[in-house]
């Protein structure tokens, strides 16, 4: 294990009971992420991707192999993880700051200091001025950043982003992809995202896994180094490389339109 690797994978596999017996949904599937990286997983649809997920999150315990967070064994869920969904889920009869403190509060932990962090993160990125508003008069952009500022209100060490844009209209995508990537860099905080979309995780990405179909393992890894300056998803897209690395992991998905 190298100093900076901060959650390791190692040798993961996952199986399911079905009526027809078992079906092996992962298999033997290891790597790790150092401190500060954003990690993006794309593979075939159904092919396990969000189970593996789950099971770095802890909300899932595999069939065989180990997580480790830190020094910590991951065996239940955790304080250092921070989880964003395809939906908000933003409460509608709460106000914004009410849904940003809702995790604070869930762990009795809505201190004086906590207050302050949450009033920090909501004026650095943008929502202060829509604090007593309510979900419905947001945009669908700022939903999403209202719910990411739940999810680091609790400080967690890392960030698991499960197609946490994919219910968003493609304009709106590219603006809070931006958005998002921005906040996860200034905040300094470890991520790994699961998403269907290549060009999402490329333009997001220091590194893309590619997974096979199930029983998911890892096909590729690919270091993404695009030479773009001030990095930034949008300028990654314009990139010369941008369109080289979209090709190889199109061409590894082996994606068949029936």
């Not at 889920?89 to 201190?111: A, C, M, P, S």
């Amino acid at each position: 294990m190298s100093k900076e690797d901060f959650v390791r994978i190692e040798h993961v596999g996952m199986k399911y009971q079905s009526v027809n017996g078992e079906i092996d949904a992962i298999k033997d599937i290891s790597f790790t992420v150092k401190k500060g990286e954003f990690v993006g997983i794309v593979g075939p649809s159904g092919c396990g991707k969000s189970t593996l997920l789950s099971i770095i999150s802890g909300l899932l315990r595999p069939t065989r192999g180990k997580v480790f967070i830190g020094n910590e064994e991951v065996s239940k869920t955790s304080e250092k993880v921070g989880y964003m969904l395809q939906k908000d889920h933003l409460f509608d009869w709460r106000t914004i700051y009410q849904n940003v403190i809702l995790g604070l509060e869930i762990r009795k932990n809505l201190t004086s200091e906590n207050k302050e962090y949450v009033m920090h993160l909501l004026k650095t990125y943008g929502l202060y001025e829509f604090k007593d508003k309510y979900p419905k008069q947001l945009s669908g952009g700022m939903r999403q950043r209202a719910a990411l500022i739940r999810t680091l209100a609790v400080k967690p060490e890392i960030l698991l982003l499960d197609e946490a844009f994919s219910a968003l209209d493609y304009q709106t995508r590219l603006a809070v992809t931006e958005d998002i990537y921005s906040i996860i860099k200034s905040e300094g905080k470890t991520a790994i995202m699961v998403t269907h979309d290549i060009a999402e995780s490329i333009s997001m990405s220091d590194r893309v896994i590619v997974l096979t179909k199930r029983p998911a393992t890892i096909k590729n890894i690919y270091e993404i180094d695009l030479g773009c300056p001030d990095r930034t998803p949008l300028k990654c897209r314009e990139a010369p490389k941008f369109r080289e690395y979209f090709n190889a992991i199109w061409k590894e998905l082996d994606v068949h339109v029936q």
